[in-house]
């Protein structure tokens, strides 16, 4: 998914920072090198393209001096992936990937000021779960029928150790062949994976862990795209 990449990203950056070649755009190279073969070893699947393509024109964008723009590029990486494969539009993938990445940079910002309250990781997590529910809506209500109540929960409480699971993978390949550090990694994110599936597990047997909703026509989705323009209004003016 784009957090992963995004992890890659920051986790690439500070190994090559250790080894003095992190700066400027032969690091920034590097790390494309890096997500694409992430990618490639994923099984090029629409999340993590359109992540690469995004981080790939933020880049472009620095190597020609030029300003960036997250929604542009959120577009540009669709038209890319829907002119190489039209079929993908129909992909349920497809939608929630680009649908929830583009309601995270619409709203994240917003809501995380209007929740000040929450301590760090925790307000950020709780921002962007609540905006990609707000993005991806329409299309889990047409094609899985229920809503998941305790996302953010899950979310709070898996992410970081999703963060640390990436960190310690990557770091594994490149001291996987050192004797004991290389296994002792892979145990470590045994467990770690282990411990995330019990967690879902857990919360998904909470009761009332779902909702059933009703599928969005053409016209309430029209009237959803309204609310959510209001709703990005009223959080501005707030």
């Known amino acids: 998914s784009g957090m992963h990449i995004n992890i890659i990203v920051i986790i690439s950056m500070y190994i090559l920072l250790a080894l003095k070649v992190g700066k400027g755009k032969t690091g920034m190279i590097i790390q494309l090198v890096f997500v694409w073969f992430f990618v490639f070893m994923t099984g090029f699947g629409l999340s993590g393209i359109r992540a690469a393509i995004v981080i790939t024109l933020l880049y472009l964008s620095h190597f020609l001096s030029r300003d960036a723009d997250s929604l542009n590029s959120l577009g540009f990486a669709a038209l890319i992936i829907l002119v190489l494969n039209p079929a993908a539009y129909f992909s349920v993938g497809f939608r929630l990937s680009f649908l929830s990445t583009g309601a995270i940079l619409v709203f994240a910002k917003d809501i995380r000021r209007n929740i000040s309250v929450l301590p760090g990781a925790i307000g950020e997590s709780v921002a962007v779960t609540l905006s990609a529910q707000i993005g991806t809506l329409p299309v889990i209500s047409q094609s899985f029928g229920t809503v998941g109540v305790f996302t953010v929960l899950a979310n709070v409480i898996i992410c970081p150790v999703l963060i640390i699971l990436m960190a310690i993978i990557i770091i594994a390949l490149f ?48 009237v959803y795209v309204i609310f959510g323009a209001s709703l990005k209004m009223f959080l501005i003016k707030s």
Do not use: C, H, N, R
């Open 175 to 222: 001291i996987g062949s050192v004797p004991f550090i290389g296994a002792g990694a892979v145990w470590v994110a045994d467990i770690a994976v282990l411990g995330i599936i019990k967690t879902a597990e857990i919360i998904a047997k909470l009761p009332f862990s779902t909702i059933d909703v009703f599928s969005i026509s053409g016209s309430a989705a029209l």
